[in-house]
């Protein structure tokens, strides 16, 4: 299994609690190939490193995701998850997953996004303490 593959399967159990189907796979390779995804000059060594953390697991793509939403929104990681949530939209095994409502009625909605919206900070703070240091590491090594 190659690392676009497992990088795949990840950020699809991310997205959509499940690995990604043969098909959502083998676009996800075709957009890599075509370049779709990678803007040369604009991946920095940070972007990389980004996702090299979020391949890790679900966890790690939900940190390096968060952290991505405010300090590297146009990056590299985005733009993958972006890709794989527009493939995962567009398979009709794998809708359901993506679009399907989470909680039913008002009271589990506030519920849920009080929860959602409390992980959300923790898992920025955090994202500060872990990805910082990445920053820094990655600008004093130049930006490729």
Request: net charge positive; charged share 20%.
């Amino acid at each position: 299994m190659t690392n676009l593959v497992r990088e795949c399967d990840t950020f699809c159990r991310y997205l959509a609690g499940a690995d990604a189907p043969e098909n959502v796979r083998a676009k996800y390779r075709e957009a890599h190939d075509l370049g779709v995804v990678a803007i040369e000059p604009a991946n920095t060594r940070f972007d990389r490193a980004l996702v090299g953390f979020a391949r890790l697991g679900t966890f790690a793509t939900r940190l390096a995701d968060v952290h991505a939403r405010f300090f590297a929104n146009g990056g590299l990681l985005r733009r993958k998850l972006v890709l794989l949530l527009a493939l995962l939209e567009t398979h009709a095994d794998t809708v359901g997953r993506v679009d399907a409502p989470t909680v039913a009625g008002p009271v589990g909605f506030v519920v849920e996004t009080a929860l959602r919206m409390f992980v959300f900070v923790l898992l920025a703070l955090l994202g500060l303490f872990v990805f910082v240091p990445v920053r820094l590491v990655c600008a004093l090594g130049g930006s490729r």
